[in-house]
């Protein structure tokens, strides 16, 4: 079946420093969402990347979706301690009804 | 208000036991879902329901049978509990029946222990 497959696991950074995740598909994805869960939270809804080679910034964080469609990244410059947390990649493919996760990045920082 | 609202947030219960999480959603949302997130945070869609009628029915164990009397409700059910049951269960509700570009907003989840 399809699956998304999102690195690292796990992060654990100084405050001020910079944080990749990466999400990567087999097949071309019809887009991509990205969601943020604090410990003990519910997963919210970040943002949506649709189009090939897109970026789009919130503040300290960039997303961006590959050329081809297949993968996609989210970037948090200079980490701060409200960022702790998992970070999914949720990934959307045409012939699906449903959007699947990625395992998920785990987010801490050392003050 | 809370938009997706589920009961009970934690739910200790024996192996065996039968019991049921309800959701509730204030958005006017047409799709609700049920997920379960393990203890390794792994995010699972089990079931999605668009105006009341099934549409994602996942490789879930028959034990967990959902319900939705009308769209701003979606409970779920298990019989026989089992250890592995254990996890968070998260509903989610999203505006539209295209699932694959809509927000899903998720409720906050309920935790269930099976001893």
């Known amino acids: 079946g399809q699956q998304v497959m999102q690195i690292p696991q796990y992060q654990h950074v100084q405050e001020g420093e910079d944080f990749t995740t990466y999400c990567n598909s087999s097949?071309?994805?019809?887009?991509i969402q990205w969601y943020k869960q604090r410990p003990g939270g519910h997963p919210v809804f970040l943002i949506q990347l649709v189009k090939s080679g897109e970026v789009k910034k919130q503040k300290r964080l960039t997303f961006q979706f590959g050329e081809a469609k297949k993968n996609s990244s989210l970037h948090i410059t200079a980490t701060q301690t409200t960022d702790v947390g998992t970070y999914f990649c949720?990934?959307?493919?045409?012939?699906?009804?449903?959007?699947?996760f990625g395992s998920g990045t785990r987010l801490s920082i050392r003050p | 208000d809370t938009a997706v609202s589920q009961t009970p947030k934690y739910l200790v219960t024996q192996m065996g036991n039968d019991k049921s999480i309800k959701c509730e959603q204030n958005?006017?949302?047409?799709?609700m879902y049920w997920y379960k997130q393990d203890s390794k945070k792994f995010l699972k869609i089990m079931f999605s329901?668009?105006?009341?009628?099934?549409?994602i029915n996942e490789t879930v164990p028959n034990r967990f049978s959902p319900k939705s009397p009308d769209k701003a409700h979606l409970n779920l059910h298990i019989n026989s509990l089992e250890l592995g049951d254990s996890a968070v269960y998260f509903c989610?509700?999203?505006?539209?029946?295209?699932?694959?570009?809509?927000?899903?907003?998720f409720g906050p989840g309920t935790r269930l222990t099976v001893l």
């Open positions: 329901y668009n105006n009341k009628e099934l549409i």
């Open positions: 989610a509700s999203s505006p539209r029946g295209a699932v694959s570009t809509d927000t899903q907003y």
């Open positions: 958005l006017g949302h047409d799709t």
């Open positions: 949720a990934a959307a493919y045409s012939s699906a009804s449903k959007i699947i």
């Open positions: 097949t071309t994805l019809s887009n």
